[in-house]
DNA sequence: TTGACATATTCCGTTCTGGGAATATGATGT
DNA sequence: ACATCATATTCCCAGAACGGAATATGTCAA
């Protein structure tokens, strides 16, 4: 079956470095395909074939604007990565998670914290 | 150059659906190869492969029991990840921050609510 | 030791990749 | 019509991927 395609998900999508780029620059704002290539130290063919394949995943939308191609971030796509995250989240955050659970206890109940607060992994 | 290699990068780690899958399993305590390949629907050398590979960015960590292997998860090499579409966060929860944003502008200067927003996208 | 179990590795084939170079498409201005 | 600008596409290549099948490694039990 080989590897997936780079467009048959947005995690594929933005596996490279590259797109994660593209997208942090057109996170400023709507932009042209020059100003994007000025901004990275990428080649036209190259920043035009992510966007093609970002806007394959619908990370991004074009509009055209003359002779340009004004490109322009749809950050929704993006949600079933941060969905993903952050079941994770609170993983890296244990410890400040066991504070703030232990200082919400305290507020709460003034003095019972007692809850072992399950300790899987 | 070709496409990156899965061990290059945790993004390119998580790309592979499988491995999400794996790791979700794992997100539930530390279990043996046995456990994942019962779990999921995945051949076991195809399991011990994506362990690998998680293993080398270091998503995932191994500690020898007998003749089985107990893999944990290691959510701290995740947070580039969240760290990444953090930044995308608020774009997609727009509607919602405009209208905190708007409350609060209400609450503040009471009636005074003319401010633009700067439209940036 | 021998056999059964648990996991890892190797070999193979198909598929898809990102980059470079060159070229095609398309719109603007004169 | 023409030259120019802005972008997209095609052709090519080396490299890497996943999956399957088979095999190797390593551990326990008797």
Do not use: I
């Given at each position: 079956m080989a590897r997936a395609s780079t467009t048959a998900d947005v995690f594929n999508a933005i596996a490279e470095a590259h797109r994660r780029q593209i997208l942090d620059v057109l996170a400023a704002g709507e932009k042209p395909v020059g100003a994007i290539v000025d901004e990275l130290a990428i080649s036209q063919p190259q920043v035009s074939k992510h966007l093609r394949v970002l806007s394959e995943v619908g990370l991004v939308q074009c509009r055209a604007l003359g002779r340009r191609r004004l490109y322009r971030l749809?950050?929704?796509?993006l949600r079933p990565v941060g969905d993903w995250v952050a079941k994770y989240e609170h993983l890296w955050n244990e410890r400040l998670d066991r504070l703030d659970d232990y200082l919400s206890d305290l507020q709460r109940r003034e003095g019972k914290r007692d809850k072992p607060s399950q300790g899987a992994l």
């Open positions: 749809n950050p929704t796509c």
